[in-house]
Every structure is written in structure tokens, then in C-alpha cells.
């Protein structure tokens, strides 16, 4: 049985829900799938990092960022292939709407 790509980002986006004390909100911008939550704070500053040398031909560098996850931790920038020709990361981000700090999961587009 296939399982609906959507119907798994609600479900897991519920789940986090209910267990983060976040709202999840899944949102479709041109094509692929992100996940807003909505943080009780802005993310730390920035942690810089230097990107270790490619592995290979085709790798796309993945900067690091502060991701929500019941509180900011830090996700490591890493080395990864598109999952298909022409696939371009789009970078988490964080907004501030009307006093409101939301972190916007980024993902392959």
C-alpha cells in the first residue's frame, strides 16, 4: 500500500504538535512541501562553519542552521546529492509575523 507523501507530512506535522507545544502548519510553495512551526523565540545567532571538501561530483553544500525541535538545536551543514536533475535547496528561514517567531523548514524544490 502507498502512502500519501502529503498525508504523512500532517501527520507527523500533528504529532509534533501535540508533543512541541507548537503549532505545524505544512505549506506548499511552488512544488514541494515545507513545515512552519511556530517558536516561543527568535533562533540563537548563527553558528559559522567552514564546508569540508565535496565528496564528490554532484554534492551540493547544505549550510547549517538552527531548526525547532521542542527548542533550537543546531543542524550541522552537510554534503548531499538532489534528489533529482534540477532539484535546488531551498534553506530553512525564520520570519517574524506580528510579534510571532516561525521557523520555515527548508527543502529540495
Known amino acids: 500500500m502507498k502512502t500519501n507523501p502529503l498525508l504523512l ?3 507527523t506535522g500533528a504529532a509534533l504538535a501535540l508533543t512541541g ?11 514541494y512541501v515545507s513545515t512552519e512551526l511556530y517558536a ?14 565535496s565528496p564528490g ?4 553544500w547544505i549550510g547549517g542552521a538552527w ?8 543542524e ?7 534528489p533529482h536533475p534540477g532539484a535546488v535547496w531551498r534553506p ?6 506580528d510579534g510571532k517567531h ?8
Open 9 to 11: 507530512v500532517l501527520i
Open 21 to 31: 507545544g507548537c503549532i505545524v502548519q505544512p505549506v506548499a510553495p511552488q512544488g
Open 40 to 53: 516561543p523565540n527568535d533562533p540563537p545567532p548563527v553558528v559559522v562553519e567552514a564546508a569540508p571538501p
Open 57 to 60: 561530483l554532484g554534492f551540493v
Open 67 to 74: 531548526v525547532w525541535n521542542n527548542g533550537w538545536v543546531w
Open 76 to 82: 550541522s551543514g552537510r554534503w548531499q546529492h538532489p
Open 92 to 97: 530553512h528561514r525564520y520570519e517574524n509575523r
Open 102 to 109: 516561525v521557523f520555515i523548514r527548508g527543502g529540495w524544490n
